[in-house]
């Protein structure tokens, strides 16, 4: 997967947009092709501000939830070693590309944009590693054991997702920043640890403290 396919999908939102190679705070051991802040030399102008939150390209930035997953899940192998997992709205794929790097017998990134599906490809291969794309939840392939998902709670509506992961997986690793009580006993807190979005977003304090949660038994 080529940048130059990341940089046209970037600039259907943002034309001055382009990806570059870069290593999140929360999560160094793992680059990434993701959004080059220094083509914003200058303020957005109104066009490209309403392109960006009419189809904010989610997959060019690396979220708090994710690199904190990612570092978590390789400082923790076991959880996925010789397993096959789902990384459910992988998104750059951050997650994926740690799962299988830390031995995942087979990684499957699961998102609704194509664009993603391409990025976490693309940041497979910067890694050494493959991911198998799904972009329909549905059409998952059967054997799933774990599951992973950071920061897909955002949407009240996504909370029924609790439940649907723990059918569908034996275990799911999760990770959230924007939810304090999950509401499902299930979910086992394991650490809480500060990151924030890479590039910086300058979000919310408190959506910089990420909350990891395991379900089942491993």
């Not at 080529?2 to 705070?25: E, I, N």
């Not at 999560?27 to 960006?52: K, M, N, R, Y």
């Not at 944009?113 to 059967?142: E, F, H, I, K």
């Amino acid at each position: 997967m080529s940048t130059s396919r990341l940089d046209q999908h970037l600039r259907k939102t943002l034309s001055r947009g382009r990806v570059a190679v870069s290593r999140p705070a929360g999560c160094p051991e793992i680059p990434l092709h993701l959004f080059d802040p220094s083509v914003l030399e200058g303020p957005l102008s109104h066009d490209e501000a309403q392109a960006v939150v009419a189809e904010p390209a989610y997959w060019s930035f690396c979220w708090a939830s994710g690199q904190v997953l990612a570092n978590w899940i390789l400082a923790n192998p076991d959880w996925v070693a010789d397993k096959r997992v789902l990384d459910f709205g992988s998104g750059s794929g951050v997650v994926a590309v740690a799962a299988a790097r830390a031995g995942a017998r087979e990684v499957i990134a699961c998102d609704l944009d194509p664009a993603a599906l391409d990025a976490a490809a693309a940041n497979a291969a910067l890694n050494g590693v493959s991911v198998t794309p799904c972009q329909d939840w549905r059409d998952r392939p059967a054997g799933i054991e774990v599951i992973t998902a950071a920061d897909v709670l955002y949407d009240p509506d996504n909370r029924p997702l609790l439940s649907v992961f723990r059918e569908a997986a034996s275990t799911v690793l999760l990770a959230d920043s924007r939810v304090r009580d999950l509401g499902d006993r299930h979910y086992q807190l394991q650490t809480t640890i500060e990151a924030r979005t890479w590039p910086d977003l300058n979000e919310f304090e408190e959506f910089n403290r990420v909350r990891i949660y395991v379900a089942g038994r491993g």
